[in-house]
């Protein structure tokens, strides 16, 4: 296979009942693929975690308030690995901090994140909350380098936060 398979694909705004049924057609179109119990398991952690911030984090804009917040999800599929892709608005004041924790929270290279949620960046230490780790911090830990992400101005008030995450086919 040397093109993009497109396997989920959703655009419009999230409820808990959009989402449900999101997870719920990823685990048939997988289960046709006949993906490995692992890797689906893996993608369906990531799609809930990305789907979490949409749904915590995401803004509505305002002449789109009526339909709530909304996102855009991709869930694909290229010769060597599986690609989550997920976007949502973002109002501009808020990107510069999300910028800096995204920016914090990613892992250098070479290192390897220890279990203990205590993390040493040459000589300075940084500590995780338990909520970044269940969510973010977990994504970082189990496919760090794999994660990529950009902010896309939109208009004077928001932007659009666009996250990517790959996962190995093998």
Known sequence: ???????????????????GSILQLSDVRLKQL????????????????????VFKHGDARQKELSKGKSCMLMVGQKKDHYFIVSGNYIKKRKVAALRQRLEELKPEPALAYPASGS??????????????RTGIMSL?????QQISYDFKPIDDQYDFFCMEIKVSAS
Do not use: D, P
């Open 1 to 19: 296979m040397s093109e993009t398979q497109v396997i989920v694909s959703y655009n419009g705004s999230v409820n808990e009942e959009v989402i």
């Open 34 to 53: 006949n993906v490995a119990a692992r890797k689906k398991k893996s993608i369906a952690k990531i799609l809930i975690e990305c789907l979490r911030n």
């Open 140 to 144: 970082l830990r189990e496919f760090g």
């Open 119 to 132: 993390h040493s960046y040459g000589s300075e230490q940084v500590l995780t909350r338990k909520r970044t």
